[in-house]
């Protein structure tokens, strides 16, 4: 009884080792094609990296050839253009050399001189009376024989200006004439402003020339003028003009500004060489 027990468990395990057996044969036969596989793809791998490497080593030589034919060029550029330069620094240094201080400036006098005399002196021209004597703003200027210019311009001689017929004004406060001013010279007796005005006109109208605008009085009753050219504020406190706009004048501060009004009642300065009076 005991006998047939053991041979059982004897053939039992006989079984249990051939099922390890196989099983052992199983796993070393899927090792093995694990291993080809992985051999093959190692091969691939290898085959792929050779590949790329030699793309890699192919790009790094010509971007190697590109830099170095690139820099040679620029070395070669700048080695003649220094040449050039170098010349031509050795050109300006040779003119350098052959330039005079002294002989420069005698050359720009010879060509540019004007003479040797000095100015006429400034004196003193009394234009209303012929036999007045000139006289001399420094007293150093009088002893200047051979360039004093001496004499009065009878042109501007107020006796030999022309008769200018002037119309008396007429007084707005009462609507009454003025007294008559008479007609015989510039001298006549009218309103101030407009005496000074005929006489300047006058005096200017025998040279040629246009009277310069005249400037209010201060202290005068307020008066229109006329904007000539556009002017820009350059301030808070100043007007813009535009050209043939009319403006209220409220004050002359001097014979450059002025205060004054727009139409729309805006108060500020503006230059009284812009405008002229109505």
């Known amino acids: ?4 027990q053991k041979q059982k468990q004897i053939e039992d395990a006989q079984k249990k080792a051939d099922s390890a057996k196989q099983n052992c044969q199983k796993c070393d036969l899927q090792y093995q094609d694990s291993v080809k596989v992985l051999d093959e793809a190692r091969i691939m791998w290898e085959r792929e990296m050779e590949i790329c490497c030699n793309v890699f080593q192919e790009l790094e030589r010509e971007r190697i050839t590109f830099l170095r034919g690139t820099l040679w060029r620029y070395s070669n550029l700048n080695s003649q253009l220094a040449v050039e330069i170098d010349n031509l620094y050795e050109k300006m240094r040779m003119q350098l050399e052959k330039c005079d201080p002294e002989l420069d400036n005698n050359t720009f006098v010879e060509s540019r001189k004007t003479g040797q005399e000095r100015p006429a002196p400034i004196v003193y ?4 009376e012929k036999s007045a004597a000139p006289v001399f703003a420094d007293k150093k200027a009088s002893s200047m024989g051979s360039n004093k210019v001496s004499g009065p311009i009878s042109s501007f001689s107020a006796r030999e200006l022309p008769e200018i017929p002037v119309t008396p004004p007429t007084d707005r406060r009462t609507d009454n004439p003025a007294p008559p001013a008479s007609v015989g010279g510039v001298y006549s007796t009218v309103d101030d402003a407009k005496s000074d005005s005929i006489l300047s006109q006058t005096e200017y109208a025998l040279v040629g ?10 202290g005068s009753r307020t008066r229109l003028v006329r904007v000539e050219y556009d002017y820009v504020a350059q301030g808070g406190q100043e ?8 403006i209220e004048v409220v004050d002359m501060e001097d014979d450059t500004w002025w205060r004054g009004r727009l139409k729309d009642g805006t108060e500020g300065m503006f230059p009284g060489t812009f405008v002229s009076l109505l």
């Open 1 to 4: 009884m005991k006998s047939s």
């Open 125 to 128: 021209e009394n234009y209303y």
């Open 239 to 246: 007007l813009t003009l535009r050209e043939g706009d009319e």
């Open 209 to 218: 020339a246009t009277a310069p605008t005249p400037i209010p009085k201060p």
